[in-house]
């Protein structure tokens, strides 16, 4: 893998000069740079540096500003007199550093300020290793930019054409990813993504660390179509590879891709339109008899471990006559219309019961145990169906957070903790705000539409 982040963090440098000049004198003072947190994007850039000087003698004392690129070689880019005080003690001001490059990864730059009694600079050591003023640096992002993307769900082959008009491209990345808490970032920038062909659906957005593009494709679209995204970090630095990182290959559009979705009487331009829409066609979820399909309704833990089951590929002539090992709750019967599926979601270690040889099957399903549900098909594998493709793929990225938040609703000992973290991470699950998941809160069919429409997107990693 291939990728090169680079970040700029200028923090305050504190320079006493201590070093031999050829035409110069040294001027014993006090001095600090400040800059913003991160290099400008490409050579040309600007950056402004605020600067200080304290303690300085009477006289004419001049400012001397270095900035040097560090790393594999050591050079001086560049050294000026930035300003001249007379008869004072103190001075403050700004500095432009006009970049002519872009460093490589794993160099950075330093600026340093130091102090003479003529208009010339001092001479300062190559090597920061020895310099005696060398005080504090700048960093260069050394981390990549890290995610993966994921395109629509189909019929279990790695494609990427669509089963029908109305879907949804998306994908996640975080410029924290690995670091350690005081390890220097530039943050995310934007995705850039490109649609080429005689299709290009407009508009395209949002620029943030989850890309969600949903696209309806009109009757008339025709030819070769490809999308593609180009991550980079605020800095502009691009970082995955290969770039542009293609979601649809150039390949002509299908006459499957312009098959309208399946729909239902109650959720035209719902939030959650797009998911249901998609997953119903794929024959994943169902609506009722009366045509709806109610979004915003809520699931029982029967209902739940339905769906999930049916994804997984199991018809209700596939399911288990009696209760498995293990799985014999007194609250599950025979004869209940769901019993069969109960007990193939507890064999296959999706759903467990409440204690107490309980399963509860009529309570309403939370949104802590819809992702735990999530959680459990990654830790147990499947047999068969969809989710055997989804554990093979999305989910071996389970590990890794792409995006954080601060939870208040989140206890540390909770049993859905490790998921929520972990289901929002990689961009399966979104939280209720900024702060809170509503873990205990009941999750609607349209949620869980959403949920699951993510979990089983194709997807590429190693980005």
Not at 115 to 136: W, Y
Not at 208 to 221: G, L, R, Y
Not at 356 to 373: A, E, H, K, S
Request: glycine residues 10%; charged residues 15%; aromatic residues 14%.
């Amino acid at each position: 893998m291939s990728k090169k982040v680079f970040t700029l963090l200028l923090v305050a440098v504190f320079v006493l000069a201590q070093f031999s000049v050829a035409s110069a004198v040294q001027v014993a003072a006090d001095g600090t740079l400040v800059g913003p947190d991160f290099m400008p994007a490409g050579a040309g850039a600007t950056v402004t540096l605020d600067w200080t000087a304290t303690g300085l003698p009477a006289g004419t004392t001049y400012v001397d500003i270095y900035a040097r690129l560090m790393g594999g070689t050591y050079a001086i880019g560049e050294c000026q007199n930035v300003a001249v005080i007379v008869g004072t003690s103190n001075g403050s001001g700004t500095f432009d550093y006009v970049f002519t490059g872009v460093p490589a990864d794993g160099e950075y730059w330093e600026f340093l300020i130091a102090f003479d009694d003529a208009a010339s600079c001092t001479t300062l050591p190559a090597d920061p290793a020895v310099a005696d003023n060398f005080m504090a640096s700048s960093y260069v992002d050394g981390w990549y930019l890290d995610g993966f993307g994921a395109i629509l769900p189909n019929d279990g082959t790695i494609v990427t054409e669509s089963v029908c008009d109305t879907f949804e491209y998306w994908a996640i990345a975080s410029d924290t990813y690995g670091l350690a808490p005081a390890e220097p970032y530039s943050g995310f920038g934007a995705w850039n993504p490109q649609t080429t062909g005689t299709f290009a659906p407009a508009p395209i957005g949002p620029e943030t660390s989850m890309f969600k593009w949903q696209v309806t494709m009109p009757a008339t679209a025709s030819g070769t179509w490809t999308f593609s995204i180009s991550p980079e970090d605020a800095a502009g630095n691009n970082a995955w590879t290969p770039v542009p990182y293609y979601f649809r290959t150039p390949s002509a559009i299908t006459p499957a891709e312009l098959t309208e979705c399946e729909t239902f009487s109650d959720i035209s331009g719902h939030a959650d339109e797009v998911y249901v829409r998609y997953l119903a066609t794929l024959g994943l979820i169902s609506g009722f008899a009366d045509g709806s399909f109610g979004p915003d309704s809520t699931l029982t833990r029967a209902e739940a471990s339905t769906l999930i089951e049916i994804s997984n590929g199991y018809d209700d002539t596939m399911l288990p006559t009696s209760a498995p090992a293990g799985c014999d709750f007194t609250d599950v019967a025979a004869t209940d219309w769901f019993s069969g599926w109960v007990w193939q979601a507890c064999a296959d270690g999706y759903m467990n019961g409440i204690g107490g040889g309980l399963f509860d099957p009529n309570n309403l399903l939370t949104r802590g145990q819809i992702v735990t549900i999530l959680n459990n098909v990654y830790n147990t594998g499947s047999t068969g169906g969809f989710f055997n493709y989804v554990d093979n793929l999305l989910f071996i990225e389970w590990t890794n957070i792409y995006r954080e938040a601060a939870w208040t609703d989140v206890s540390v000992g909770a049993f859905y903790a490790y998921p929520v973290i972990y289901s929002y991470g990689i961009g399966v699950a979104d939280g209720t705000s900024d702060t809170t998941f509503s873990p205990d809160q009941p999750v609607t069919r349209g949620e869980f539409a959403q949920m699951l429409y993510r979990a089983l997107s194709d997807w590429e990693g190693g980005l």
